[in-house]
């Protein structure tokens, strides 16, 4: 097999907790993996050649976000993300399908035609038909695209979540169409259903019926607890083909990520490193520390002693007190640095602990450390 | 003479441009030299790791603001700003002054006991006496240490300019007194009189009676014209002692620089590297772009071909244009590190030229350049 096409290998299991590794054209992400999120086309705070420096092996990029701002023919001129940005490893970007939902004003889902919302940039009208989700990944040159798909806000109501099943799977059938026979890039099904198990597996058996490169989670992580969000991960993963990767959409904290794990999840996507770092908290090996707290204005100790990127660890959290009160950028940059740098270090001891087969160990020691 | 302590040493002169070198206890600095501003312990939007990679030899700290937060206590625990920030090279120390007439409710300025204002964060009374200048910069372990002075705004005035001269020159002499016979640091004399040529005369030959380590030209930069400036330099730098450092305080755009080298300044200080950085403009060697600029959202070459710092040339306009677009702090990040950068490129430029002999051909070519 050329080394450039598409594959995903399970190298083993620890229980239900998968190690594996997925290939791309664009190089190798080992799972389970956590990938930042670059929403306008830059990881929030964090230079390229320092994300690389964290470890990271893909990058999440926003569909929604990237079509509206810098647009598709800039896109093009670039061939593509990885070049406008300065990023060389894989990207995943998402159908543009979430953002619609939260944050433009959306007019209307229609099944056969997509879509259709207005900016919330500059409240014009555009209309985003499954094709179109396609056309602006490839433009985007993304390496894993994601079916356009209708997800829900939290609700138990099954004519809803039914019919967000029907508009996407039908969706879902017409990217795999646009797409094409491809096989340097990925295209991966997303399933709805709530938090109903019938329903979730209703969704994935008619993904599976089509046929993707990998599987995700969607509809979750949208205000239900976290125990409810275990519970159907336990009761449906396991309907999945276990040849293939499962994306666990935009989660999230560290204990989330461990549960989710636990129950066989191989990729997950979070601003949370970033946006914390942007208001002064840091993901640690002692914990999440607020650090605008003033007990921190005395604390000569280093932010991180583990955190060997950029000689963070030779920064004291009184000095990133002082940075967060004194309002300076530097505090964001040090921070979300920090936190990436954290959650990819927290990924490997994962999958070391897969590897090893002691990651329920790791689980019990970490669940309830981060929350 | 051993290593640590302070000297200036004159290499040589392209008629009144000077090449010199500044040995200080941490490192030298290669002058004419530019000293990156960190107002508040960092040079915003700038990782002292990167600062390093744009050959940044020594950077200001500014007395008032480090007064105020984090504050003398803390500042000692660390031993000084160099280990609070992480910047192990040389540090030059402002004395409050400047910013106590431009930030403070500045309640009196009094002979006898010093500067009495309020502090622009919470309004608290604090008395800046000199010798408490001198106390500060010491707590910050300043390098080469301001004497604290009355800075008067623009004025033609010569009762204000000869009162300040008055009790610039009386503070100096306690300043001097204060500090004591320490030979690893500097503490630098600041010469008033505006533009007025005798007056000028006078503070810096009462100056010279008391003897500094290096002498600087303060109350300039404070709104008059360049070639004001230049006429004050051209008529007045002669005065000062040949083998001591000269420093033209909070200057200034790349032609203020070159047209002060030219008259005999060998020290430089400015904001507007990192300022400009956060609104969008470059300054690169096509000249100084705003890149907030629609024309450049096209503009597919990259910022600066001869910025060969973190890659920056390999971000081009266009995804810089639409970064900044984007209000991302990367923008920030990238332009600010590229504008120091430059700047440094720049006085290596200066330096080269001197050198060779050919500073006035180098000051003909960028004149006009940057403005």
């Not at 470890?55 to 701002?69: C, F």
């Not at 894993?144 to 809803?160: G, N, S």
């Not at 660890?313 to 967060?324: A, F, Q």
Request: glycine share 8%.
């Amino acid at each position: 097999m050329p080394k450039n096409e598409f594959s995903f290998e399970l190298i083993t299991q620890n229980e239900n907790a998968r190690l594996g590794k997925i290939i791309t054209s664009k190089g190798t992400v080992n799972t389970p993996a956590f990938m930042p999120v670059g929403t306008q086309g830059t990881i929030k705070g964090v230079f390229t050649d320092d994300l690389l420096k964290t470890k990271s092996e893909i990058i999440l990029g926003n569909t929604y976000h990237l079509l509206l701002r810098p647009g598709i023919e800039i896109l093009k001129k670039f061939n593509g993300l990885h070049n406008f940005m300065n990023w060389q490893k894989p990207i995943l970007t998402d159908s543009g399908g979430y953002q619609i939902m939260s944050l433009s004003k959306l007019n209307k889902i229609d099944k056969k035609i997509g879509a259709i919302f207005k900016s919330h940039l500059d409240g014009k009208k555009i209309i985003l038909s499954p094709e179109k989700s396609i056309q602006v990944q490839k433009a985007i040159n993304s390496d894993i695209l994601m079916v356009l798909d209708e997800c829900p806000k939290l609700t138990r109501d099954k004519k809803i979540l039914s019919n967000a099943i029907d508009v996407s799977t039908h969706w879902a059938k017409r990217c795999k169409v646009e797409l094409g026979n491809v096989k340097t890039k990925a295209l991966f099904g997303i399933a709805q259903g709530g938090l109903n198990k019938d329903l979730r597996i209703e969704s994935i058996n008619k993904l599976i019926e089509i046929g993707f490169d990998g599987y995700a989670m969607g509809g979750l992580a949208v205000g239900e607890n976290q125990e409810d969000m275990f519970k159907i991960l336990n009761e449906t993963l396991k309907y999945f083909p276990k040849n293939k990767p499962r994306y666990l959409m935009g989660v999230g904290t560290p204990s989330d990520i461990l549960g989710a794990v636990k129950e066989g999840i191989d990729m997950f996507d979070c601003v949370l490193p970033t946006r914390s770092g942007r208001t002064g908290l840091a993901f640690t090996w002692e914990g999440k520390l607020n650090l605008k707290n003033s007990k921190f204005k005395n604390d000569y100790s280093p932010l991180d002693e583990r955190c060997d990127i950029k000689e963070i660890n030779k920064y004291s959290k009184s000095y990133l007190h002082h940075l967060i009160k004194s309002d300076e950028m530097l505090a964001s940059m040090l921070i979300s640095l920090n936190n990436i740098y954290f959650y990819q270090q927290f990924m490997r001891e994962i999958r070391d602990n897969i590897k090893k087969g002691t990651y329920t160990n790791f689980y019990k020691k970490y669940i309830n450390f981060y929350d």
